[in-house]
């Protein structure tokens, strides 16, 4: 499969917003998750935000919930992620995937290869 690509990523300073977003090649079925998922310096790949492509019902990790939104991106086959009132434990090299449960950050679907990821950088 042809990755993801994931851009907007950067330098920030705490408090500040950045929006990342995720372009795919395949029109998504309405089964379809797409997940933003992180990972810092010498940690497991996490879980951020999920969103259901049919429904559009959202789920936030509760380190970010109320300042992340994850959103679709019809246009380009996506999804957005607005990260909002940003903090340096936000550091991490953001990625998308797609999946069919809540578990894509895990277990994406059969075949998926992960992106190159952006990368987001707080400062305080």
């Known amino acids: 499969q042809v990755p993801p690509v994931e851009s907007g990523g950067g330098l920030a300073q705490a408090g500040d917003s950045l929006r990342l977003s995720c372009a795919t090649s395949?029109?998504?079925?309405?089964?379809?998750?797409f997940g933003w998922c992180r990972q810092g310096p010498g940690k497991e790949r996490e879980f951020v935000a999920i969103i259901r492509w049919g429904t559009g019902r959202t789920y936030y990790a509760d380190s970010v919930k109320g300042r992340f939104t994850i959103a679709k991106d019809s246009a380009n086959n996506g999804v957005y992620l607005q990260m909002n009132s940003l903090k340096p434990e936000d550091t991490s090299v953001y990625y998308c995937?797609?999946?069919?449960?809540?578990?894509?950050?895990?277990?994406?679907?059969?075949?998926?290869?992960w992106g190159q990821g952006a990368q987001v950088s707080v400062s305080s």
């Open positions: 395949g029109r998504p079925y309405s089964s379809h998750v």
């Open positions: 995937a797609i999946g069919t449960d809540l578990g894509v950050c895990r277990q994406p679907l059969r075949g998926f290869a």
